[in-house]
C-alpha cells in the first residue's frame, strides 16, 4: 500500500509539472508575441482624387437655370495615415493630407462663365479596418468609417461671395500592404467617399444657390512604418 501511494503521488506530481509546463508554454509565446506585435502603422502616400459631381438644382435669383450643371477637376495631393492595431486584425486608422485646390467650372449652359470658384478641400476620414494575414507577405485589408470633407479658402471667380458647406459622408476602403522587411512595407488602398453638400454664390447681384452630389474616390499609393 505504501508503495502503491508513493507511485501515485509521484504520478500526481508529473501530472501537476506536465501541467504547468504545458500552461507555460502558451503564456511564454503570447509574451513572446506581445513584444514583437507591432501596433502602429504610418503610411506616407500620393493620392490621386478622382471626381464625379453633378448639380441638378442650380438656381439664379430662385428661379432655375435650364440645363445648367458644373464640372470639378481631378486633383492630387500627399496624404498621410495613421493606424493602430487593436489586434493582429483589427486596427482604427485616420486619414487626411494636404488640401488640394478644386476649380469648380460651368457645364451645359454655364460653360462660357469658365471657372465659377476655387477652393481647397481635404477629407479626414476614420476607419475601422479589418487586416488578413495568413498570405504570407501580402496583407489585404477591408475599411468602413465615417469621414468630414472640410472646404478652405473659397476664391470668387465669375461668381461672387461664392461659399461651401462643410459636409459628412460615408467611406469604404480597400487595399493590400506588401513587406519589405521587419518594419517597412509598399501600401496601396482605394477610397469611396459620396457627399453632398450645399454651395452659394451671386452672379450679377443675383442669388445662386444649388445642391452638389460629389462621389470622389481616392486612389493612393505609398509606402508605411510599422513600429
Given at each position: 500500500m505504501k508503495q502503491n501511494?508513493?507511485?501515485?503521488?509521484?504520478?500526481?506530481?508529473?501530472?501537476?509539472?506536465a501541467l504547468a509546463v504545458l500552461s507555460a508554454c502558451p503564456q511564454a509565446a503570447w509574451a513572446q508575441d506581445s513584444e514583437e506585435f507591432k501596433r502602429w502603422a504610418v503610411s506616407l502616400n500620393?493620392?490621386?482624387?478622382?471626381?464625379?459631381?453633378?448639380?441638378?438644382?442650380?438656381?439664379?435669383?430662385?428661379?432655375?437655370?435650364?440645363?445648367?450643371n458644373v464640372r470639378i477637376g481631378d486633383a492630387t495631393s500627399a496624404t498621410i495615415d495613421i493606424g493602430y492595431f487593436f489586434t493582429a486584425n483589427v486596427a482604427g486608422n485616420l486619414f487626411l493630407g494636404i488640401p488640394p485646390i478644386a476649380e469648380i467650372d460651368?457645364?451645359?449652359?454655364l460653360d462660357p462663365l469658365?471657372?465659377?470658384?476655387?477652393?481647397?478641400?481635404?477629407?479626414?476620414?476614420?476607419?475601422?479596418?479589418?487586416?488578413?494575414?495568413?498570405?504570407?507577405?501580402v496583407h489585404p485589408y477591408l475599411g468602413?468609417?465615417?469621414?468630414?470633407?472640410?472646404?478652405?479658402?473659397?476664391?470668387?471667380?465669375?461668381?461672387?461671395?461664392?461659399?461651401?458647406?462643410?459636409?459628412?459622408a460615408p467611406a469604404a476602403q480597400v487595399g493590400a500592404r506588401y513587406e519589405l522587411g521587419a518594419a517597412w512595407m509598399l501600401n496601396a488602398d482605394v477610397r469611396y467617399v459620396p457627399f453632398s453638400t450645399h454651395a452659394t454664390g451671386s452672379l450679377g447681384g443675383a442669388a445662386v444657390r444649388t445642391k452638389l452630389e460629389i462621389?470622389?474616390?481616392?486612389?493612393?499609393?505609398?509606402?508605411?512604418?510599422r513600429f
Open positions: 501511494g508513493a507511485h501515485m503521488h509521484a504520478r500526481l506530481a508529473q501530472y501537476a509539472t500620393a493620392t490621386q482624387v478622382f471626381v464625379h459631381e453633378d448639380a441638378p438644382d442650380i438656381t439664379l435669383a430662385g428661379g432655375p437655370v435650364p440645363g445648367s460651368g457645364a451645359g449652359s469658365g471657372t465659377l470658384a476655387k477652393v481647397s478641400y481635404g477629407p479626414i476620414i476614420l476607419s475601422a479596418q479589418y487586416h488578413f494575414n495568413n498570405l504570407g507577405k468602413v468609417g465615417v469621414g468630414r470633407i472640410v472646404f478652405l479658402n473659397e476664391r470668387d471667380r465669375a461668381l461672387a461671395n461664392f461659399s461651401i458647406d462643410d459636409s459628412w462621389d470622389p474616390i481616392l486612389a493612393s499609393v505609398g509606402v508605411t512604418y
